[in-house]
């Protein structure tokens, strides 16, 4: 295995992981640079090769594979610098995307804002209602032509939409997922009028190729979202694919999806790109599992902005059981399910005077720019790590392995400007209480994800990721009384250790309603042809793309999915089929046996229905080729005790339940021996997080290298 | 040929120049190329940004220097701006600091000026953005007895002009102090102050130069505590050239040196480039180059620039 780079833009810090044969991963980390993601990137690379001790063109000159998870598309879309777009749409459904469906006015809003009715606004559109023009035309639900698609028509509603302006177009018509015929004739039309060699073409987006789902309003949304971002993303990756030429890298940028794979930069769709950094997370702790052989996990990672939770289950990362919101817009993409709070060593602490004064913290970031007030950069406000700091928790002089010097007194004053005078408190008091409140929204915002959606947290192992992943864990782990809890020593850089195990893949979909199982008959269905051809008409497409990134058939692994439901239904199931392909009715069967399963496994089995039939809504074929990534190594475990090399000068640190400061031990991480117990309280710094052991918890760094965190004592109540 | 760019490029990497680049101020002398008022074309970023990179070609300058002067500050500051013979000058002491100093006034016109300059000159010519700085700012502000002391009043809004600044995405970031930094022992207040501004340029990979003048016979105690990448040496508190030991005390520290040239005087300038010349050889090119002893006025002398750009032009190790 040759070398490669794997990052991960978050919004405080961009995260690298390079591995190279079979030797030790590096990792390093950089602030992200809002104002231009490529600095920080390159910044990053400088850093890796520095490492190498190589040159940037040796180093990239001998890069196998540059792995990227970006927020470039997320960027665009929360500083709305996409360009005007305009929707050709048919005619009397010029309103589609403006009424919405159901609640999806607060779609992406926060809980809190969703609850003052009389305040809450409808997200300002992507497109604007002047940018939509209807075109007469028809395709019945079966995809026949109903009322044909006018040259004339659709020349005057681009005429309209070019004099107001448009830079591209988004082509969304009804039923076009069941026959795309209208939506490719305005795109040859628009081709036509506005060929490539001209400096005025406009590109055009189908939502029969983005997403030939059903449901109008996310398969509209969808698309115009993916257009929206399109051109930004573009412009950006081909900047930093040419600064990275220019640094000798010889090989296409590979972007990670949100699907849990990822494709070369010309084979992505920007809308999959989308929150990729969480789910490249969760499939590293995914495949983290594997290693140490759990099957049920709670992925967690702290970073300076967000707090991401993820759930592998049974092995599997689930999808989204419902819509994935990208912003403020409903999706119908078939994204991996990673929620997100703002909770990170950043969030910003303010006191709440409309609350009776009370102490919150987030879900606002100080980000990167300016930072926590200890980063020195001109912040003012203060962050959960700005409280770290105070209680003495973090080593001022040891931040990112000693890249950033902290600095306390900026931190104590900020606090004691914003929270404690406020609160007639001092300022370790304040720092406490900063640290006590955002443990408790990540302690019950994973209970949320993971208790109440039926799993049972005391089955599952905890991963604490992010680079406060470790100082935060013994904080939150009790609300979710898990037994481990485990933090790798990727953690830091855990989205770029995941993109690292990422596969070649994506996932091609469409929409075809069949009823397989016939109740008032009792009988399977005879039609096989229908889902062999669809089957085969996606297999073809994902066979042709991959074809095209070099790869053979044969090389070329299929994976089926279902989305299924009783006939009179609305919620669907989505199943893994037993069958590529279907040849008889107990092929059928097993197919409709295996939806009772899963159906039962949410709903119980007394919700099961087969009176109204059982139906095939979509199929979902993921197309994916192994790709090789570092596998870990157990290390021979050497005794409890940990090396004297290992213990650091240790210092004062703030101990609730052991009533305030106290000296404490410090040990140096890379230091520690496999099977090296510490019992809390300790500090225990890595080069780029410090974990924080409190009172009552014990470690031990594994044979992986990880820590693992146990709670043996009393669980405090901070 | 080398571009100028180019040259600056190899002083930032510390690799060796084929000869040291020539990075003046011009705006005074950007009017005159115009024929045109400061005060007229100081409202309008595009005319002005388009004065500065004409000035810049005309006289085959190798940088752009995209100045924030002492009055945009002050005036974001509170204090009253008169215009007086087409120069701004203060005319009243500070009130109310601006909470969004980027965003109103002429500051906003000067960094959308800057914005546009960089853009454009970014392929061909080095971009220099330089400003006066906190220190200095503070003294003209608050008077002599109470700069110091309030530094910190003026903390935000510096940060907040030196991010937007940044954000303009100059290759250095030059800050201009006078006598109340150089004739002082360099304390906690001001390597406060410069710390934060050094890493707020650092998150935009950006070095930051200090351009001295007005010292004593000797550089203020502590002012390596800086840790400036570079320094710029202009006149002494005498008005003299700045000595040779100086010069060579601080061409070893950080990226180098830059020194001034004075642009009126074609004798002092060239004892100053055989100074320079000197010491550019000694570091076998590294870390060296030639801008202005201040911002060049609308009276100097076009000859005398034309003629300094031919010789160092000529300069080789």
């Not at chain 2, 180059?289 to 034309?306: K, M």
Request: with cysteine; proline share 5%.
């Amino acid at each position: 295995m040759g070398m490669t780079v794997n990052i991960d833009i978050g919004g405080t810090f961009t995260d690298f992981y390079a591995t190279e044969g079979e030797g030790k991963g590096l990792i390093t980390k950089s602030p992200t640079t809002h104002y231009d993601l490529s600095v920080g990137f390159m910044k990053g690379i400088k850093s890796l090769a520095r490492g190498y001790g190589r040159s940037m063109d040796e180093f990239l000159g001998g890069t196998d594979a540059v792995r990227y998870s970006t927020t470039l598309g997320t960027n665009a879309l929360i500083e709305r610098n996409g360009p005007k777009l305009g929707l050709i749409t048919t005619a009397g459904h010029e309103d589609a995307i403006f009424l919405g469906r159901g609640r999806s006015w607060a779609d992406g809003g926060d809980s809190q804002g969703n609850k003052d009715l009389a305040r809450i606004n409808k997200a300002v559109p992507l497109i604007s209602r002047n940018m939509v023009v209807g075109v007469r035309e028809r395709m019945d639900s079966f995809g026949n032509p109903v009322c044909p698609l006018q040259r004339e028509d659709i020349l005057e509603a681009l005429q309209e939409l070019v004099d107001k302006g448009a830079m591209g177009f988004v082509v969304c018509l009804l039923w076009s997922f069941a026959n795309p015929a209208h939506e490719r004739m305005v795109k040859q039309v628009i081709e036509d009028e506005y060929p490539e060699d001209y400096l005025g073409s406009l590109p055009v987006f189908l939502s029969s190729d983005v997403s030939p789902k059903s449901g109008e309003y996310t398969r509209f949304i969808t698309t115009i979202v993916n257009a929206y971002i399109h051109g930004v993303m573009a412009d950006e990756l081909t900047k930093l694919g040419n600064e990275l030429r220019d640094g000798g890298y010889q090989r296409p940028l590979m972007l990670v999806h949100n699907t849990g794979g990822m494709k070369k930069v010309s084979r992505t769709r920007a809308v999959l790109t989308h929150n990729a950094g969480p789910v490249a997370g969760l499939h590293g702790a995914l495949t983290l599992g594997r290693h140490y052989g759990h099957q049920n996990i709670i992925f967690t990672d702290m970073g300076g902005t967000s707090f991401d939770i993820g759930v592998v289950s049974g092995g599997r990362l689930q999808t989204y059981d419902f819509i994935p919101v990208i912003d403020r817009w409903r999706t119908n993409i078939p994204a991996i399910e990673v929620k997100s709070i703002g909770a990170g060593g950043g969030s910003i602490a303010w006191v709440n005077e409309l609350l009776g004064n009370s102490l919150e913290v987030g879900p606002q970031s100080a980000g990167s720019m300016p930072g926590p007030a200890c980063y020195d950069l001109g912040g003012a406000e203060p962050t959960v790590t700005d409280a770290d700091l105070v209680l003495g928790y973090l080593n001022p002089e040891n931040y990112l392995g000693g890249e950033m010097l902290l600095d306390e007194d900026l931190s104590k004053e900020a606090i004691k400007s914003r929270v404690a005078d406020p609160l007639g408190i001092d300022v370790v008091e304040a720092a406490r209480r900063i640290r006590a409140v955002v443990d408790a929204r990540m302690g019950q915002a994973v209970f949320n994800e993971v208790a109440l959606k039926g799993h049972d947290p005391r089955e599952f192992v905890l991963f604490a990721c992010g680079g406060a992943g470790a100082t935060h864990a013994c904080g939150f782990a009790p609300y979710l009384q898990v037994d481990k809890v485990v933090v790798s020593g990727h953690s830091p850089v855990f989205g770029a250790y995941g993109a690292s195990t990422v596969n070649i893949q994506q996932v091609w979909d469409k929409s075809h309603t069949m009823k397989i199982f016939h109740y008032a008959e009792q009988c399977y269905s005879q039609d096989f042809d229908a889902f062999n051809s669809v089957v085969e008409e996606l297999k073809e497409l994902a066979t042709a793309d991959l074809r095209l990134e070099g790869y053979s058939p044969e090389q070329i692994g299929f994976r089926l999915e279902l989305d299924m439901r009783y006939g009179m239904q609305y919620n669907l199931t989505k199943i893994i089929s037993p069958h590529m392909s279907v040849s008889g009715p107990d092929d059928y069967q097993a197919i409709c046996d295996h939806f009772t399963e899963e159906y039962s496994a949410i709903y119980t089995p007394e919700a099961t229905f087969p009176m109204g039939g059982i139906n095939v809504e979509c199929f979902y074929l993921t197309a994916f080729v192994q790709t090789e990534y570092l596998q870990l190594q157990p290390q021979q475990e050497q005794g409890d005790a940990p090396p004297e090399a290992a213990r650091r000068e240790s210092r004062q640190a703030y101990w609730p339940s052991l009533g305030g400061f106290k000296q404490t031990q410090v040990f140096d991480f890379d230091l520690l021996q496999p099977g090296n117990r510490i019992q809390g309280p300790a500090l225990i710094e890595a080069p780029e997080t410090t974990y924080v052991l409190e009172p009552g918890w014990n470690f031990v760094k594994d044979g992986f290298g990880s820590g693992v965190l146990r709670l043996t004592g009393a669980p405090e109540q901070g | 040929m080398t571009s100028g760019r180019e040259l600056f490029s190899c002083f930032l990497r510390g690799t060796a120049l084929e000869r040291p680049a020539f990075v003046p101020l011009v705006r005074g002398l950007a009017a005159r190329v115009g024929g045109v008022k400061a005060e007229a074309f100081t409202q309008d970023p595009t005319a002005w940004a388009n004065l500065l990179i004409k000035t810049a070609e005309l006289f085959n300058l190798d940088g752009v220097v995209a100045g924030l002067d002492f009055t945009l500050l002050a005036e974001a500051c509170g204090c009253p701006v008169q215009w007086q013979d087409d120069r701004p000058v203060i005319a009243g002491p500070a009130s109310l600091v601006c909470q969004e100093p980027e965003q109103a006034g002429r500051l906003k016109v000067a960094l959308e000026k800057a914005r546009q300059v960089f853009e454009i000159s970014r392929s061909s010519r080095a971009c220099v953005a330089a400003l006066t700085g906190p220190v200095s700012l503070a003294r003209e502000v608050f008077g002599q007895q109470e700069g110091l002391a309030r530094l910190g009043e003026i903390k935000p809004l510096v940060v907040r002009v030196t991010e937007a600044f940044c954000a303009t995405r100059p290759d250095v970031l030059i800050f201009l102090e006078g006598s109340a930094l150089a004739q002082e022992e360099i304390g906690m207040p001001q390597r406060k102050i410069y710390n934060t501004l050094r890493n707020l340029a650092a998150h935009y990979d950006i070095p930051v130069g200090m351009f001295l003048r007005n010292y004593g016979d000797d550089l203020p105690p502590g002012l390596e505590k800086l840790k400036m990448d570079f320094h710029v040496l202009g006149l002494s508190q005498d008005g003299g050239l700045p000595p040779r030991k100086t010069l060579e005390r601080l061409s070893g520290q950080g990226l180098g040196l830059g020194i001034g040239l004075p642009m009126d005087d074609l004798e002092a300038a060239k004892e100053m480039m055989g100074l320079g010349i000197d010491l550019y050889r000694a570091q076998s090119g590294r870390g060296f180059f030639f801008t202005s002893l201040g911002p060049a006025t609308r009276e100097a002398n076009l000859d005398t620039v034309h003629q300094l750009v031919k010789e160092i032009s000529r300069v080789r190790l």
